[in-house]
């Protein structure tokens, strides 16, 4: 290893370690303020804005992002476009979180006065309650000061992972506070490989239509069900709405193929359960969608009755709502 190597290797262990001791020092400092923001964020009727300037603006990007990922509706405002314009999109109503490691930067402070106008409610994230920005926030969470990671102690590093932890913190307070569900962040991550690991069948399978026949229905009632609903089958069910039975479009063509004339006559006017599947593969509701896939591909169909965990159909998923949620199926099916 060469002397450079080496040498960037000891600054990287160094600002690793001077970053992760900034959060640290932290903790020592997080009292009842930190509650006291999570109480008013967590009363907010309007939009968090967050508001930085400069690294620690981007820092409040992402945070806003969080938020907004995590049940709490949030956007970012930079200071700057807020005093040509956009301080127009706070109201009343909004909570407005600003951080600035010295709580004097003067674009955040030139905002103040036309944020207490409105009459939003400010948090601050800066290094003390005595700073002009902590003076003039509802909740100040002090962070202390602040020794950076850079070797000149100037350029925004420990700070801004102090304030992103923070804003971190308190996005997963507020969840906690309103008991968001994964089901809950499947809604808003409907995208990527994240938003369907979270997917279930309920969320994927066609809700408005629900093809079932009681057992008592005869073949040509299962098909005209079936053909109306156009979702590949119709569900036979006991009187409880339970799975009974199946039958496909696959089974319904080889009946009409197999008979002809009067014969075909009698097949249509007897009972479904003639025909039916008797041992149908049904899919419980909340199965995650990638199983669901998995179950198709092996089986292998085009779709499955969708049921309750007592057995009660409430509608079917089919391959084609599977793809179009994103996921990749293949199946040589009926």
């Known amino acids: 290893m060469s002397g450079s190597e080496g040498d960037d290797l000891a600054v990287a262990s160094e600002v690793l370690r001077r970053e992760a001791q900034a959060i640290l020092d932290l903790l020592p400092q997080i009292d009842g303020t930190f509650s006291q923001a999570v109480d008013l964020l967590a009363a907010c009727e309007g939009k968090v804005i967050v508001t930085a300037v400069g690294k620690s603006g981007h820092v409040a990007s992402k945070i806003a992002a969080t938020m907004a990922s995590t049940g709490t509706p949030a956007f970012f405002v930079h200071p700057t476009e807020a005093l040509h314009g956009d301080l127009g999109m706070i109201r009343a109503r909004d909570v407005v979180l600003a951080m600035s490691h010295s709580g004097a930067t003067a674009e955040l402070l030139a905002i103040l006065p036309v944020i207490q106008k409105i009459g939003a409610k400010v948090i601050a994230i800066c290094a003390g309650r005595t700073t002009p920005l902590g003076r003039a926030a509802q909740v100040c969470i002090a962070t202390?000061?602040?020794?950076?990671?850079?070797?000149?102690?100037?350029?925004?590093?420990?700070?801004?992972?102090?304030?992103?932890?923070?804003?971190?913190?308190?996005?997963?307070?507020?969840?906690?506070?309103?008991?968001?569900?994964?089901?809950?962040?499947?809604?808003?991550?409907?995208?990527?490989?994240?938003?369907?690991?979270?997917l279930r069948v309920r969320d994927i399978m066609s809700k408005t239509k629900n093809p079932t026949v009681p057992a008592a229905a005869s073949v040509q009632e299962a098909i005209?069900?079936?053909?109306?609903?156009?979702?590949?089958?119709?569900?036979?069910?006991?009187?409880?709405?339970?799975?009974?039975?199946?039958?496909?479009?696959?089974?319904?063509?080889?009946?009409?193929?197999?008979?002809?004339?009067?014969?075909?006559?009698?097949?249509?006017?007897?009972?479904?359960?003639?025909?039916?599947?008797?041992?149908?593969?049904?899919?419980d509701a909340d199965t995650p969608g990638e199983k669901a896939v998995a179950v198709m591909e092996e089986r292998p169909t085009y779709v499955l009755p969708v049921l309750e965990r007592d057995g009660r159909v409430i509608g079917m998923v089919r391959m084609h709502d599977l793809i179009r949620a994103g996921f990749t199926c293949r199946v040589d099916g009926e």
Do not use: Y
Not at 247 to 271: C, F
């Open 144 to 198: 202390g000061a602040i020794e950076e990671a850079d070797t000149l102690n100037l350029a925004p590093t420990a700070s801004t992972t102090v304030f992103l932890a923070l804003g971190d913190a308190l996005a997963v307070a507020l969840l906690r506070r309103r008991g968001f569900r994964p089901e809950d962040f499947a809604l808003f991550h409907p995208g990527g490989k994240l938003g369907k690991a979270l």
């Open 224 to 283: 005209v069900i079936s053909k109306e609903a156009n979702l590949g089958g119709v569900s036979v069910v006991d009187a409880e709405g339970r799975l009974a039975g199946f039958v496909s479009d696959g089974d319904i063509g080889r009946i009409l193929q197999r008979h002809r004339g009067e014969a075909l006559l009698a097949v249509m006017e007897g009972p479904v359960t003639a025909v039916m599947n008797p041992r149908p593969l049904g899919i």
